[in-house]
């Protein structure tokens, strides 16, 4: 399973980190930012990467202001990812 960068790794001050679940074939993870529509991100989120599904826009300039305008996204006909639908940014 792929993690996020360890804790204390580049001066991150945060002791606990987002274990990132396992991708569907052909996806993987993307930049990981630090603020998605103007709000905090948890240290280990990352943008889900999907061959043909461009994201309208980046986390750090999403609009999506809505909990619930996300997309599930998994593998073996299990959702098991919670992306933003505007940016891919993993909410789970």
């Known amino acids: 399973m792929l993690s996020s960068i360890p804790p ?7 002791t606990h980190y987002y274990e990132r679940p396992p991708l569907p074939d ?3 993870w993307g930049h990981a930012p630090s603020h998605h529509a103007g709000e ?5 989120r990352a943008v889900l990467m999907l061959p043909g599904r461009p994201w309208a826009e980046s986390p ?8 619930l305008a996300n997309d599930w996204y998994g593998y073996d006909g299990e ?3 919670l992306v933003c639908r505007r940016c891919g940014l993993d909410v789970t």
């Open 8 to 14: 204390g790794a580049h001066g991150d001050p945060y």
């Open 26 to 28: 052909n996806a993987h």
């Open 40 to 44: 905090y991100v948890y240290p280990g």
């Open 60 to 67: 750090e300039r999403c609009t999506n202001a809505d909990p």
């Open 79 to 81: 959702a098991t990812i």
